[in-house]
């Protein structure tokens, strides 16, 4: 899930940067300390934009540097356990699939791919179920939910795995024709009463 919050922080300004305008100044430094960063409470830190910056700072002995009050906005992608995400498989490999979700790839473990044991086909990069002969491979859109989000000891990171072992998650085109299949199955039986 995306979010912005809305953040005031005081913003250090090196002396290197005194020849910016304060504003453009403020923004380099607040780039470069929340950008990439992954924020327990905020989650993976995409984008910091619309800085405002107080003119008048204040001067520290023995830093050459100026702190300013900065109000800005951070746009955050936050995965959120047992969220229901949609996006598409970009690499598939012996022991899973992983699916692009905007910042972070997740993995589908191929135990957690269908309620079938799956076959994994090295030569064509994909995966088939032996029962039901369903194919999954690069390129596919699917749906999955959240089980497991952990990040990295350098904050940089964030691991997500996933599962498509419940109804309605999986291939679209697999939860296309389950709908189908359901509701054909109920309008026969609503047939069948009426005769």
């Known amino acids: 899930m995306y979010r912005v919050y809305h953040v005031v922080d005081v913003v250090r300004i090196p002396p ?18 929340y950008e990439g960063v992954v924020d327990r409470e905020l989650g993976f830190i995409l984008a910091v934009y619309n800085v405002e910056v107080e003119e008048e700072g204040k001067i520290i002995p023995g830093d050459g540097a100026t702190y300013h009050i900065a109000r800005f906005d951070i746009l955050a992608f936050t995965p959120i356990l047992k969220e229901v995400v949609e996006g598409e498989i970009v690499e598939v490999t012996d022991f899973g699939i992983f699916v692009n979700l905007g910042p972070f790839d997740g993995l589908i473990h191929r135990s957690q791919i269908l309620d079938d ?25 699917v749906r999955a939910r959240i089980v ?35 509701y054909g199955e109920k309008e026969e039986k609503k047939k069948a009463k009426k005769k």
């Not at 020849?19 to 300390?33: H, S």
């Open 16 to 33: 290197e940067y005194f020849g910016l305008p304060i504003k453009e100044a403020a923004k380099k430094v607040l780039r470069r300390k």
């Open 117 to 141: 044991r799956m076959l994994y086909d090295s030569r064509r990069g994909a995966y088939m179920g032996q029962e039901t002969k369903r194919i999954i491979e690069k390129g596919d859109i």
């Open 148 to 182: 497991t989000i952990s990040t990295s000891s350098s904050n940089r990171i964030i691991r997500i795995a996933l599962t498509m072992r419940q109804p309605f998650l999986g291939k679209l085109e697999w939860i296309q024709e389950d709908l189908e299949r359901i």
